[in-house]
């Protein structure tokens, strides 16, 4: 049973270029344990970049990456998805649990668990064909979480969704994060999902990598549909927003 | 000065024009109206079609009027179907063909016969000191062509059920690394090759076991023959003048096939006419070519006793040669 | 379930009535001889009478292309899985891959000969040898066309190369595979009889493709054309037989529970 608060990261001077041009240009970040941490910026900012470094998915070419631990368990969840066609919902769950040698009669209950968390507890024996596109992200999250990551990426998960499922999808996730206390580096496209779940967001300019605005959005969790129409919101959303875009039409 | 340069060349050309009719070149057309005749050889150039080439390259051909096309065959080339399909007019085969042939409805005509004695043989390594042919159908294996009538005379005479019966590829080496190997083979080729490779082949022909069908036979459609009277006769003259020829001297018709058959080499083809010499030669008398009505009536009786054709008078399956 | 199977076989049956009935009618309207276009009813008399012998030689024939078949099955996907674990096992021995798509039989028959013997083990190689190429090479397609996001979600959660292997990139590649077998069930009965021609020994009567040579040579085109159409139809049999395999395999793909251990 891990006690962990979830992993925290400190990235110095992290350098990362693709055909000499620099996608991410000597950033400097510090993460705290178990923050909700959301990145947004336009394409080609480098965020997507950034996720695969910290998943040690890609080496960067200058600067170093700390984390609080030396054995991490990550996990990633893509904006596909992706999960096996040939295996019913609860053995795609079960995965990361099988390869990390758990035996079937513990690692199929907590898949079970989680299938029920995410509200499809009737689902396990199902397969991914026969799931609409928010419910293959519920499992998709469900696998994520089994193995009670310390830290979780997500790049841009929800964004192939229509508005409602994306509501309620980020509902999941929150819960999730209240339930299980993980580091959580969130990238979205969408201005009002990073502030309605994250503690802190980021944004990273565009063409370069540099974080043009670090703001903490002190709102208490659990967040709810009412939060999004409330008044700190509003005016939280409008400085981001502000910020977003003031950067981005200098550089238009 | 202007005048002597041209005369020149007048006199360079005149003497090329000579000399490229000297040559006698295959291609080159003779009078006009002459007769057009392909002949489709059922394998690749060798001394088995010697005298055609003979009378090719000595002009025979031209001579009657003829313009005659040799037409190299090979492994598996369909020279009756060619025939009675009308693609080529003349073709070469054996008289046991010809027979089912005419059973199936093709109303084919023999116009001449080279080889007087089949040439085909089975041939066996001398180390196992063979006596007969029967002995070849005691043990060991046997490579031969399955559905000829060859291969069903010797199963009809001798019985396969203590040999392996496998195909024949026309390749020597199993041959040469199987000493219990037996192959069909004709007596012109396999047996000299082997030879050259280092084995001792024996050969036990097939006509020495009571099965010897007329070979090297040029054949046409009866409408050829009914139309071109005379013009086949005047071929069937040519060939046989060719032949003639090639037997008393088989060198240079040799060199002119060795050209479009470079794999065998010169004295192999010069082995190979000496060997098939005798086969052509009947009793001393028979003209070259001559077919009997005899030998064909045993052949069909031959045949229907096989179960390949019904049974029918051969007199109209050949031409009887004049 | 009867009128859907009637519905099913009823447009093929009918295209072969309206082909064979117009090749029937221009053979005789053109009043083509039996010698060189054989009536399609004369075919069917011909292997009517001959069932017997022509059912043998099929058997003979498809007992070696299903062997061929099988062993191209199970050797292909060895190959394209070894083929697949690295680049350079790859770059250095693909090109012998491509060698089985080009060898002509004929060539080689010698060959075979000398490590098979006469017989169905040499006819069996000729099938193998001519049917493994496409299951090579669809296999290896699919294991290296993995999905990299599975790739890379293997990857963070630390799988064995083993373990990417059998639990990801095999079952990825199975429908490439099948794609492969389907592919490779014509070419082995190709190769059976290829191989029939070569090496085959006629004791127990031989196979399609020596009841071929000897209609040949007998000029029986009815025979022929009868012969031709059994060794048809016994790919035909043996295409059906492997595009059941991946029905039943898309089954368990679909709806299926794939044990794991």
Not at chain 3, 109 to 126: C, D, H, R, S, T
Not at chain 3, 175 to 191: N, Y
Request: glycine share 8%; proline share 7%.
């Amino acid at each position: 049973m891990k006690h962990r608060q979830g992993a925290g990261l400190k990235l110095r001077g992290i350098h990362r270029q693709f055909e000499g041009r620099p996608v991410i240009n000597h950033l400097d970040l510090d993460v705290a344990p178990g923050e909700f941490l959301a990145i947004i910026g336009p394409s080609g900012c480098g965020k997507s970049t950034l996720l695969r470094l910290l998943a040690h998915l890609d080496q960067a070419d200058q600067g170093t990456l700390d984390r609080s631990e030396a054995d991490l368990d990550v996990a990633f969840v893509f904006q596909d998805p992706c999960l096996m066609p040939w295996r019913s919902v609860i053995d795609n769950v079960a995965l990361p649990l099988e390869l990390q040698g758990v035996p079937r009669h513990h690692r199929i209950p907590a898949a079970e668990a989680l299938l029920r968390t995410v509200g499809l507890g009737d689902a396990q024996g199902k397969f991914p064909q026969q799931l609409s596109g928010g419910m293959k992200m519920r499992v998709s999250l469900a696998r994520a979480l089994i193995t009670r990551p310390d830290l979780l990426l997500l790049d841009e998960p929800f964004a192939a969704l229509d508005d409602i499922t994306r509501h309620h999808l980020d509902d999941h996730l929150q819960s999730l994060w209240l339930s299980h206390p993980m580091t959580v580096v969130f990238v979205t496209h969408s201005l009002s999902e990073a502030v309605y779940l994250a503690d802190r967001v980021i944004v990273l300019s565009a063409g370069g990598g540099n974080i043009t605005l670090d703001y903490k959005v002190p709102l208490p969790h659990p967040r709810t549909a009412a939060s999004r129409l409330s008044t700190p919101f509003i005016d939280h959303l409008r400085t981001v927003s502000e910020a977003f875009e003031g950067h981005s039409r200098t550089l238009a | 000065m202007k005048d002597l340069r041209l005369l020149k060349i007048i006199g360079l050309g005149m003497l090329m024009l000579i000399l490229s009719a000297c040559k006698g070149s295959p291609d080159d057309p003779p009078a006009e109206g002459a007769f057009k005749a392909d002949i489709q050889l059922d394998w690749v150039p060798e001394p088995e079609f010697g005298g055609y080439y003979a009378a090719r390259d000595s002009g025979l051909f031209s001579q009657e009027h003829l313009e005659v096309h040799l037409k190299p065959g090979g492994p598996g080339v369909p020279t009756l179907q060619l025939i009675e399909s009308g693609q080529v007019t003349f073709g070469i085969t054996t008289a046991d063909n010809i027979l089912i042939a005419r059973d199936r409805g093709a109303d084919l005509v023999a116009l001449f016969a080279l080889y007087q004695t089949f040439p085909a043989g089975i041939m066996v390594h001398a180390e196992r000191g063979l006596h007969g042919l029967e002995d070849v159908f005691k043990e060991g294996t046997l490579a031969m062509e399955p559905g000829t009538p060859t291969f069903k005379f010797l199963e009809k005479r001798f019985g396969f059920h203590h040999i392996h019966v496998v195909p024949y590829t026309n390749n020597l080496s199993p041959f040469l690394h199987d000493p219990q190997l037996a192959q069909q083979c004709y007596v012109t080729a396999e047996p000299i090759a082997a030879r050259r490779a280092g084995a001792s082949p024996f050969v036990f022909p097939i006509s020495d076991a009571g099965y010897n069908p007329y070979s090297g036979i040029l054949v046409t459609k009866r409408e050829v023959l009914i139309k071109h009277k005379d013009e086949v006769r005047r071929l069937i003259r040519a060939i046989k003048a060719g032949w003639t020829a090639y037997l008393k001297d088989p060198t240079s018709a040799n060199q002119a096939m060795h050209q479009l058959n470079p794999t065998m080499d010169e004295a192999t083809f010069e082995a190979s006419s000496k060997i098939q010499a005798p086969l052509i030669v009947g009793s001393p008398g028979t003209p070259i070519g001559q077919m009997t009505l005899e030998r064909w009536q045993t052949l069909s009786g031959q045949l229907v006793e096989l179960g390949l054709i019904q049974p029918s008078d051969p007199q109209s399956a050949f031409e009887p040669s004049e | 379930m009867k009128p859907l199977s009637g519905v099913l076989w009823l447009p093929p049956l009918m295209s072969f009535v309206l082909i064979t009935g117009l090749i029937e009618c221009s053979i005789i309207l053109m009043d083509l001889p039996a010698y060189l276009a054989p009536r399609p009813s004369a075919v069917a008399l011909a292997l009517f009478i001959h069932a017997e012998e022509l059912l043998k030689a099929t058997r003979h024939t498809g007992i070696a292309a299903i062997t061929g078949l099988g062993m191209s099955a199970i050797l292909g996907a060895l190959l394209a899985i070894t083929l697949a674990s690295h680049p350079l096992i790859r770059r250095a021995f693909y090109p012998y891959a491509v060698f089985f798509q080009t060898v002509p039989i004929i060539a080689i028959a010698p060959m075979l000969v000398i490590w098979f013997g006469y017989g169905q083990g040499a006819v069996v190689a000729a099938s193998f040898i001519v049917s493994v190429s496409p299951i090579i090479a669809n296999t290896l397609t699919g294991l290296l066309s993995t999905d990299p996001a599975l790739l890379d979600l293997f990857r963070i959660a630390k799988a064995s190369r083993l373990d990417t292997l059998f639990k990801l990139r095999i079952p990825g590649a199975i429908p490439h595979f099948l794609t492969g077998l389907r592919i490779a069930s014509g070419l082995a009965v190709i190769g059976a009889i290829v191989g029939e021609f070569v090496a085959d020994s006629y004791e127990d009567g031989g196979g399609i493709g020596t009841a071929v040579e000897i209609a040949l040579k007998e000029q029986r085109t009815d025979l022929v054309f009868a012969a031709v159409l059994m060794s048809s139809l016994l790919g035909l049999l043996i295409f059906w037989l492997v595009s059941g395999l991946n029905q039943l395999s898309l089954k368990y793909w679909h709806l299926g529970e794939f044990k794991d251990s």
